[in-house]
């Protein structure tokens, strides 16, 4: 078994499709597949569910795709370890990253990593937290800029990077519009505006809702900022987010009131990282410029 075999196979799984991945990983399709079927052979399994149009991983390549993701991991790590010894920083740095995080400016941080480093190649996915979570489990992320992530959810290192109260959002013309503070037991009946279940904004509102014992049902479901105040200006529903969405320019006109409860809900933004013994060279030298970005936040 090579590791560029892994590679092809990691490839297909998540692209779900042999041309994208042949086309990802610079081989060709033919080559890709006869990579495939090698380590099938090898293995002595069918890695893949194939039909016409879809490419499935079967129960045994759901198994591989872990230990693969921490092979090829280790494999860099490993590359890089010595690279870092002979004073060089090459090779990869994978980020995985929320659109809503907050307390640190991820774009900035990446331009300084690579005036610093530029022989390293940096690799940048925006995910929700809970994939960014398994990302940097699986090795496939080297570092995450995530939300809402619990202890108990993730047992490697957590940096707090800002903690935010949830407010609730909505048009002028909303009934909460005159409201100094909105008690949990007005919402029911609302229509709301929130994030797939994935993202970390949408995580805090429902451990809120739950924490304080009142339903809802999330009509409108989006993947961007963006859309989400364009719907809430739209008069459409109302969306329980972090505070500072309502400072963007996009939020001018709408109007922010904060929760009345016993549990005031709150929104975490926080780096998840590995063990420390299992970090990489170039996540350490990363983590260097986060923290020297959170002390210089807090002065100004």
């Known amino acids: 078994m090579e590791l560029r075999q892994l590679e092809h196979f990691i490839a297909v799984a998540e692209e779900q499709h042999f041309t994208r991945a042949a086309e990802r990983v610079a081989v060709s399709q033919s080559g890709l597949s006869a990579s495939i079927r090698s380590l099938e052979q090898e293995l002595k399994t069918p890695l893949f569910s194939r039909t016409t149009r879809t490419v499935r991983l079967t129960e045994a390549g759901r198994a591989l795709l872990v230990e693969a993701e921490r092979t090829l991991a280790g494999a860099r ?76 959810e993730w047992r ?58 009142v339903r809802r049902t999330v009509g409108l479901e989006v993947n961007d900022v963006h859309s989400l105040l364009e719907l809430v200006h739209e008069g459409l529903g109302i969306a329980v987010v972090p505070h500072h969405f309502s400072r963007k320019p996009e939020a001018r006109g709408l109007v922010a009131v904060e929760l ?41």
């Open 156 to 213: 490697g290192e957590l940096i707090p990077l800002a903690r935010e109260r949830m407010v609730v959002l909505c048009a002028p013309g909303h009934r909460f519009a005159q409201a100094l503070r909105v008690p949990f037991d007005e919402l029911p009946g609302e229509s709301f505006i929130d994030f797939h279940p994935d993202w970390g904004p949408r995580r805090a509102a429902d451990e809120a809702f739950a924490t304080a014992r």
């Open 260 to 300: 009345d409860g016993a549990d005031q809900p709150f929104y975490e933004s926080v780096v998840v990282l590995p063990a420390a013994g299992a970090m990489s060279p170039g996540a350490r030298s990363l983590m260097t410029l986060v923290r020297s970005d959170v002390r210089d936040g807090a002065t100004r």
């Open 77 to 152: 790590a490993a590359k890089d370890a010595v690279d870092a010894v002979r004073g060089l920083l090459r090779g990869t740095l994978t980020v995985g990253f929320e659109q809503c995080v907050a307390g640190v400016g991820v774009p900035r941080l990446l331009a300084a990593f690579r005036r610093i480093h530029p022989q390293m190649e940096i690799r940048l996915r925006q995910e929700g937290t809970s994939s960014l979570v398994d990302g940097v489990a699986g090795g496939r992320l080297d570092v995450a800029f995530a939300a809402t992530v619990s202890a108990g």
